[in-house]
Nanobody, 124 residues
Framework: QVQPVESGGGSVHSGGSLRLSCALSGNTGGPVCMGWFRQAPRKQREWVATITTDDGAEYYADFAKGRFAISQANVKNTVYLQMNSLKPEDTAMYYC?????????????????WGRGTQVTVSS
């Protein structure tokens, strides 16, 4: 069974950077859309960015444009989320998601697979 596994979270000061990683375990059987979400305390989970593993097309939420970058690693079905100029309001649990059915279900918050999350904490 395909399962996203996140890593790379941690604590940084405001203005710092972090790179999150997400690797899919199992055999996907073909290209997938992989994405990142985040959920801050007492807030709803929100979509951050997605990328398709076949053509590398990237999509971003408005708040992520210019500061965050999603990319594919050289290892198959592994993606990164590079986060720069971090702010305290970026503090959240960050979740990786994946779906073989394209990015529409991922962007809509209904991917077939969710990771368990990695915590990002930004202090002022």
């Amino acid at each position: 069974q395909v399962q996203p596994v996140e890593s790379g979270g941690g604590s940084v000061h405001s203005g710092g950077s972090l790179r999150l990683s997400c690797a899919l375990s199992g055999n996907t059987g073909g290209p997938v859309c992989m994405g990142w979400f985040r959920q801050a305390p007492r807030k709803q989970r929100e979509w951050v960015a997605t990328i398709t593993t076949d053509d590398g097309a990237e999509y971003y939420a408005d708040f992520a444009k210019g500061r965050f970058a999603i990319s594919q690693a050289n290892v198959k079905n592994t993606v990164y989320l590079q986060m720069n100029s971090l702010k305290p309001e970026d503090t959240a649990m960050y979740y990786c998601a994946a779906d073989r059915g394209g990015c529409t279900p991922v962007v809509n918050g209904r991917p077939s697979r969710w990771g368990r999350g990695t915590q990002v904490t930004v202090s002022s």
